[in-house]
């Protein structure tokens, strides 16, 4: 069965900072999507970024990027020049052959002032 | 823009009472999923549903059902509320594209509390 392991519970960043937040999973399928969501406090999750296992160059949009190593199974999202508004809760999430999505246990990521 | 709505965002019950959650989507898409999100557990799916009058059990079916008898509408059905299942529930939806793992959208969520 699939596994998706998220870390870190909390991070914390200055603004203006960059910041990494960590997922790492495991399968044995060979072709496979990996999500970024966020779901701001009281607000709706949304997909940040998305990768396929098949392409090798990292997805980026914006100021978020991935840094995806398909051999270590890991799957880590850069969030560069952080803004207030990036204080939500990060979920990774693996997507597979049953069209299922399996989540990790999230990062909530404070950013400071 | 995909828009998933939630009839309730807070909603409180009694332990025994049989609860409705329902969840409309209006973009046609064919899969449709319910989740619990809970601290320091993530998302856990419930149920989902790849077509009408279609359901599948996900990783924590007991204590719920579904229904989905248009398209556009799942429901999820608590039969006899439990003080654990006090939770914040979430419905997604995805176009359902073969081969692909689509996007899932999002509603904004219902925070039961089952007293």
């Known amino acids: 069965a699939q596994t998706v392991t998220q870390s870190q519970p909390e991070m914390s960043v200055q603004e203006a900072e960059t910041v990494t937040l960590s997922c790492t999973y495991d399968?044995?399928?060979?072709?496979?999507?990996l999500f970024w969501y966020k779901q701001p406090p009281s607000r709706q999750m949304i997909l940040v970024i998305r990768?396929?296992?098949?392409?090798?160059q990292n997805a980026t949009e914006n100021r978020f990027s991935v840094n995806f190593q398909k051999a270590a199974k890991s799957f880590s999202l850069k969030i560069s020049d952080s803004q207030l508004g990036d204080t939500a809760m990060y979920f990774c999430a693996y997507g597979g052959a049953t069209n299922k999505l399996i989540f990790g246990t999230g990062t909530l990521l404070a950013v400071q002032p | 823009d995909v828009k998933v709505t939630q009839s309730s965002r807070y909603l409180v019950k009694r332990t025994g009472e049989k609860v409705f959650l329902e969840c409309v989507q209006d973009m046609d898409h064919e899969n449709m999923f319910w989740y619990r999100q809970d601290p320091g557990l993530g998302l856990r799916l419930i149920y989902f549903?790849?077509?009408?009058?279609?359901?599948e059990k996900g990783d924590i079916p007991e204590g719920y059902s579904v229904s989905r008898e248009k398209k556009e509408r799942f429901s999820l059905i608590l039969e006899s509320a439990s003080t654990n299942q006090t939770s914040m529930y979430l419905c997604?939806?995805?176009?359902?594209?073969?081969?692909?793992?689509?996007?899932?959208?999002f509603g904004p969520g219902t925070r039961l509390t089952v007293t």
């Open positions: 549903s790849y077509d009408v009058k279609m359901k």
């Open positions: 399968t044995s399928e060979s072709n496979y999507y």
């Open positions: 990768q396929e296992a098949y392409k090798q």
């Open positions: 997604a939806s995805t176009l359902g594209t073969s081969g692909r793992v689509d996007e899932q959208y």
